[in-house]
């Protein structure tokens, strides 16, 4: 993988990043693509971090941000959720949720195609309409403008509603790259405090080895910890439960190793944190 820090791709991330979302979609409901199998025989899966933040979500109203296919947002209708709505800014992958849902029986489950930013133009009659909001594992380094998406947060958050969110812990993002490794130490991904956007060229998915895509350049941001828990704090959110957790859904680097619970962690000491989860709430 590629990665540079440059300012002309700015005002292109959003095409960008959507075109290689679009194509990986077909990648993602292939064969070696995500395991539905749990959906379709009725309780899908979380994992473990995600399963205890949310807690007891039987008969309240959620929103999954940036949802994808819709995988987790199943998962939770399927927790007992009165209600889920998934957004996501990829056409093929909201049809694929969406038919996702219709496949599990869930028509209380619907999708909105709409960036992760834009939430009070995407439902403006849903402010405070929602016990939950969510989203997890990848999310806001495609995003530029944590304030504008906490404060989507915030709006459609009823008050005493939470939000949940599960990401690699920002100290892991910026390692990984071995081109620049010295011996003995990882490289580097990108700088803790860049703030600006970082291009990568990248063809393979995260999914399905013997994918090649043709729509490459992605465009992402780093996210300090500060950053993001200034942006819910100034969103009107309060911090609830903050972790930091040893390990992942992915292999995050090629000396992890699955633990039990089939998530990947380091070999021998937890070095560093790999995972993040917080819940904050709307006074």
Same mark, same amino acid.
């Given at each position: 993988m590629a990665a540079s820090s440059i300012s002309d791709v700015a005002p292109s991330w959003r095409r960008l990043n959507q075109a290689n979302w679009d194509e990986r979609t077909a990648a993602h409901l292939g064969p070696r693509g995500y395991d539905l199998s749990t959906h379709r025989a009725g309780r899908g899966w979380l994992d473990p971090m995600v399963e205890a933040a949310i807690g007891d979500i039987a008969g309240r109203s959620v929103l999954h941000l940036q949802c994808h296919v819709g995988q987790d947002s199943v998962a939770l209708a399927q927790r007992g959720a009165r209600r889920v709505v998934g957004v996501d800014f990829s056409p093929p992958a909201l049809d694929a949720a969406a038919a996702l849902a219709?496949?599990? +029986? #869930? !028509? /209380?489950?619907? $999708?909105v195609l709409a960036d992760a930013q834009d939430v009070p133009a995407a439902l403006p009659d849903e402010a405070g309409a929602f016990d939950l909001v969510f989203t997890s594992w990848g999310t806001i380094c495609w995003l530029p403008d944590l304030d504008r998406w906490a404060a989507g947060i915030a709006f459609? #958050? *009823?008050?005493? +509603?939470? $939000?949940? $969110?599960?990401?690699m812990h920002p100290v892991a993002r910026v390692l990984g790259d071995p081109a620049t490794a010295? !011996?003995? @130490?990882?490289?580097?991904?990108?700088?803790?405090?860049?703030? +600006? !956007?970082?291009? @990568? =060229?990248?063809?393979? =998915?995260?999914? /399905?080895?013997?994918?090649?895509?043709?729509?490459? *350049?992605?465009?992402e941001f780093q996210h300090g910890l500060a950053g993001i828990l200034g942006a819910l704090r100034g969103a009107g959110l309060a911090m609830e439960r903050l972790e930091e957790h040893p390990r992942l859904i992915w292999q995050p680097f090629p000396g992890c190793v699955q633990d039990a619970d089939g998530l990947w962690t380091w070999p021998d000491k937890p070095w560093l944190p790999l995972a993040l989860v917080l819940r904050a709430v709307k006074p």
């Open positions: 219709a496949e599990c +029986g #869930l !028509p /209380d489950t619907r $999708f459609a #958050l *009823r008050p005493g +509603g939470a $939000f949940v $969110f599960a990401d010295a !011996p003995g @130490f990882p490289g580097w991904a990108c700088s803790y405090f860049e703030t +600006g !956007p970082i291009e @990568f =060229d990248d063809p393979t =998915d995260y999914q /399905d080895p013997e994918a090649h895509l043709a729509n490459s *350049r992605t465009v």
